[in-house]
């Protein structure tokens, strides 16, 4: 299952796009553009849906973002924070020396588990692939 951010609410402005899919070794959600202070809510709730799904892992891949702010790392304090209290983990997937930087001056880099890439088991597709729901017309 897969569940895309919601179009919009990043704005075509920071380029940010976020969507999830659950794989063999868990669910992995994929962030492009910019996370931010108007960005970091909507991948909240994506992570929330992705962490939903029940797996033992969520893999959060940023090698597609090029900005991470304070609003960002704030997302990943509180899905670890979240996912750890359940017995489950937040692995952090990121290349891109922006990100990489910002993961070590904070010091997050030794309390996250960080990796390059995502595990062999990653790479064949299960589930479906979509956006995140639009809001509810209620």
Not at 40 to 48: F, I, N, R, V
């Amino acid at each position: 299952m897969v569940s895309p951010s919601t179009p919009g609410s990043g704005g075509s402005d920071t380029g940010y796009s976020a969507d999830w899919r659950v794989r063999p070794a868990g669910a992995v959600v994929r962030v492009r553009g910019a996370l931010d202070m108007r960005t970091a809510p909507e991948l909240a709730g994506t992570l929330t849906d992705a962490s939903d799904a029940g797996t033992t892992e969520v893999y959060l891949d940023l090698r597609g973002l090029h900005v991470l702010g304070s609003a960002g790392l704030r997302v990943l304090i509180t899905g670890h924070q979240g996912l750890s209290s359940a017995g489950r983990r937040l692995v952090v997937v990121a290349t891109q020396l922006a990100v990489l930087r910002v993961l070590r001056v904070t010091g997050l880099d030794t309390v996250l588990t960080v990796r390059a890439e995502l595990p062999e088991a990653e790479l064949p597709q299960t589930g479906s692939t979509r956006r995140s729901p639009p809001p509810s017309e209620d």
